[in-house]
């Protein structure tokens, strides 16, 4: 079935470093969301990016929408302990009316 | 997410038993959803349900049976049909999208184990 691929499956930071997960479909997507999920938690909707080209910051993260509207990441600037989880991508394709996950990308630090 | 509950965080299943995990909004969401997360990987969809009475196969159905009789609720059952139920099943919901999507809001999970 169409996928959402998100790359690295795995990020081991030190506490300060960035962090940079990324996105990528073969198909055009109308929008796309990005969760946390904290170990042992469930999953946590963060923001949604519907423009093409569209960057959005919520504090130290930043999320792109590409121009294309095929890739998306999200960067974390000088990453604290909180920030401990695996980010998810989702996005929506064309006129489907479900979301699609990504792998999701596991963050671990270190302090 | 205090808006959705999920009953029981934990669940044992015999070999050849049906099982059925609860899952209760009152978010007043239209939308609801059901996936399973494997260790390592991402949440793949079992069903959805956009209103009541109605729902739809996800990408995962084989082996797994829903209702949607009220708006509240939307129970997941495992059936014997699925050979591998061991998962975290996460119960979602959302308002209804009529363009973009709207976020959803998950609940705590039920972790399934086969005795």
């Known amino acids: 079935g169409q996928q959402v691929m998100q790359i690295p499956q795995y990020q081991h930071v030190q506490e300060g470093e960035d962090f940079t997960t990324y996105c990528n479909s073969s198909?055009?997507?109308?929008?796309i969301q990005w969760y946390k999920q904290r170990p042992g938690g469930h999953p946590v909707f963060l923001i949604q990016?519907?423009?093409?080209?569209e960057v959005k910051k919520q504090k130290r993260l930043t999320f792109q929408f590409g121009e294309a509207k095929k890739n998306s990441s999200l960067h974390i600037t000088a990453t604290q302990t909180t920030d401990v989880g695996t980010y998810f991508c989702?996005?929506?394709?064309?006129?489907?009316?479900?979301?699609?996950f990504g792998q999701g990308t596991r963050l671990t630090i270190n302090p | 997410d205090g808006g959705i509950t999920q009953s029981p965080k934990y669940l044992f299943r015999k070999e050849g038993q049906n099982v059925t995990l609860s899952c209760e909004q009152n978010?007043?969401?239209?939308?609801m959803y059901w996936y399973r997360q494997d260790p390592g990987q991402g949440l793949r969809l079992i069903y959805y349900s956009q209103i009541v009475n109605d729902f739809q196969k996800g990408d995962i159905a084989e082996g797994y049976s829903v209702s949607r009789e009220k708006k509240e609720s939307f129970p997941l059952t495992v059936t014997s049909a699925q050979k591998n139920p061991t998962a975290f099943y996460l119960c979602?919901?959302?308002?209804?999208?009529?363009?973009?999507?709207?976020?959803?809001?998950f609940g705590d999970g039920t972790r399934l184990s086969i005795l």
């Open positions: 979602a919901s959302s308002m209804q999208g009529q363009g973009s999507s709207q976020p959803q809001h």
């Open positions: 990016l519907v423009k093409s080209g």
């Open positions: 978010l007043n969401h239209d939308a």
């Open positions: 989702a996005g929506k394709l064309g006129g489907a009316q479900k979301l699609v």
């Open positions: 198909t055009t997507l109308s929008n």
